[in-house]
């Protein structure tokens, strides 16, 4: 009876918590991460805002419904101008209020005559090119996104950088991972790193191989950070990682979620190997001792996951 | 300051556990697999090598305590009381202020974010937000989903914690353990810093584990200590004493 009761106690918090967590998932909330950087959650992808005595740089923009919050609470940081977004991926959930929150930001701009960005005026939109091609369409097709949504700024190699408000900005891109176009922000001075979809407290990564995603790059990616991640004293504090979806984390985070895709993926190549079928491998539930912490929050399910580092490793499309 | 005794503690010391001995505990499926997994090498990876243990482990470590308080400078009123834990320094704030517990995205920690109240002459303590860790070091896991409730009791000189793990990952059961302290004005704690280095060379990102089904090390602690190997497997059934006839027939069985 004892048991039963502890059971149903352990239910009700379980459903109760479940509740309470997507009520609140629509709220924004603002949390200051360390040194100039702050996370806003919630509603989307995480936003991470630098603010400083010159400008404010926001990396990732939610979606295009929240975009006037989301300018709100940054206005509650800082009121300096935004002059630079940086966006991690082409997802909507990162890139929908882009266009809203350029236009709320100032550009500091050369002589008109001379800009090539000509007449705009707004707070610059900055990616790896290949976001640029997923959110626009060649002349006489429609496309994805409007034009005041899409980067300004594009860069086409491994990495970028800017200086802003006394702190150096490394803009890393991390090739085929979650797709084409990651790209992860490093606040040297702050020691904060802002993942994008690469990283997430609250699932399983997401890689489509039609967007250019891979498990290897996504394995690439959780790597990198770790190489540039430097914990605390006895692996407390350090560097903090803010995920694109979830909590702020530090390196241990990162090297559990490294760790569970490598398990996953060295048990599906496994089961690969021994000739077994998309079917017999989801059957297998090889992710399922991580089940627990990683499905039914949003991310790809368990079946999902699978199937992906399935047709990933396979070579195989949907 | 408060010296540790080993009594029930001492199989975690040392060398810890055996491998695959998840006897008396209420691990569920996904637990074992976690622990069937683990690879002891995984302790040689850089960031593995200082991890301290968690709030609700680090009783079963070395773990003499430094227990303080901080008070408010104007009403005098207790705003936490503070322990120090002698492996890795781990240090525990308990805050008594009615303060709120952080929300979801805040940052999880080893010793998570603890607050108390009086439950009479035991100071009750409430843990969330804790990093993922484990329930013994044979790999078996503890999520960064669980709760610890806690009751510190002292009689006289002598302190018990008892420890109860509420993890809905991991766990069918609250998991309970107690520990014990004796008060010792003289122990000191020592200086501890840990800074991780590579090891062993290993191409990037190599991640030590046992894949379903290879790890030859999980029947060596029931073989050697002449029991069942489904004893050795645990869960919630094994931690009751209505388990013992079947314990004992299974024994039998064996000779």
Sequence with gaps: MIRARVSLVLALNAALAAATSMAAEDELEVLPVQGNVYMIAGAGGNTTV????????????????????????????????????????????????????????????????????????????????NVLQRMSAPSGTKAPTPAGAWPSDTYFTNDWALFVNDEAIELVHIPAAHTDGDTMAFFRRSDVISTGDIFSTTGYPRFDPEHGGSVAGILDGLNRILEIAIPGENQTGGTAIIPGHGRISDETEVANYRDMVTIVRDRVAALIKAGKTLEQVQSARPSSDYDGIYAGLGGPTPTEFVAAIYRDLKGTKQ | ?????????????????????????????????????????????????????????APRGPANLRIGNTVDPISQDVVSWDITVMWS????????????????????????????????????????????????????????????????????????????????????????????????????????????????????????????????????????HGLPQSAARGGAATMYPDYLPELRRDIEALR
Excluded at chain 2, 6 to 32: Q, T
């Design chain 2, 89 to 224: 320094l781990t240090h525990r704030a308990i805050y008594m202020d009615g303060r709120p517990h952080p929300s979801q995205y805040a940052q999880h920690s080893w010793q998570g974010f603890s607050t108390g109240e009086w439950d009479g002459d035991m100071l009750k303590v409430t843990t969330t937000h804790l990093k993922e860790a484990w329930v013994r070091r044979n790999g078996l896991p503890r999520s960064d989903r669980a709760t610890i409730v806690e009751y510190w009791i002292r009689n006289e000189d002598y302190l018990t914690l008892v420890t109860i793990v509420i993890d809905p990952v991991y766990l069918t059961e609250p998991f309970v353990r107690t520990s014990d302290w004796v008060l010792d004005p003289g122990v000191q704690l020592s200086p501890f810093s840990c800074i991780p280095a590579v090891e062993i060379e290993r191409p990037r990102g190599a991640v030590p584990h046992h894949l379903p089904g290879t790890n030859t090390f999980l029947t060596e602690y029931a073989t050697r």
């Design chain 2, 1 to 57: 300051m408060w010296s540790q005794r080993f009594h029930e503690e001492l199989p975690e010391r040392g060398a810890g556990p055996e491998i695959g001995d998840y006897a008396g505990l209420p691990v569920n499926d996904a637990a074992r697999l976690r622990a069937d997994s683990w690879d002891a090498a995984k302790w040689t990876i850089p960031e593995r090598q200082c991890e301290p243990h968690p709030a609700d482990y």
């Design chain 1, 50 to 129: 630098q603010i400083g005595p010159e400008a404010v740089v926001v990396v990732d923009t939610k979606t295009a419904a929240v975009a006037d919050r989301l300018i709100a609470a940054i206005r509650k940081l800082s009121s300096k101008p935004i002059r630079h977004i940086v966006v991690t991926s082409a997802d909507a959930d990162h890139t929908g209020g882009n266009e809203r929150v350029s236009s709320a930001g100032t550009y500091v701009r050369l002589l008109d005559t001379f800009d090539p960005r000509g007449a705009n005026k707004n707070a610059s939109i900055i990616a790896h090119v």
